[in-house]
């Protein structure tokens, strides 16, 4: 799974955004709901007018908390990420260390074993 961490950054700023576009709309529901209080015969309206504020909070609790696991996801990869590219500089580190070098003659039968094995 491919994530690009600075678009799903993006995509939860967006998330975000949208939350408070929810709240802003529930907050609007709400104060018609409350300047429908002195009208009686309108209860109905008020009571599903209610609901759907009720509805609105949860859609912005369920988008916040999508946000927040997002911008999660994407810090767990770029920490997952750096992890990687730290362990690969340190196995090129360790392989670039200098040693011994061993010459094999050619009467020393290296060639003729490494041939064997390539041939099997």
Known sequence: MKIEPRKADMASQELLDLSRL???AREEVEEVRRQLRCHSQLEECRRQLKR???NLSLSTAKVVDMSCALREIADLYRAAEEK???RLEERTSASRIRGDVVVFAPGSGVSDRIRTIINQ
Do not use: F, G, I
């Open 52 to 54: 759907q504020e009720d």
């Open 22 to 24: 929810l709240r802003q």
């Open 84 to 86: 990687n590219v730290e």
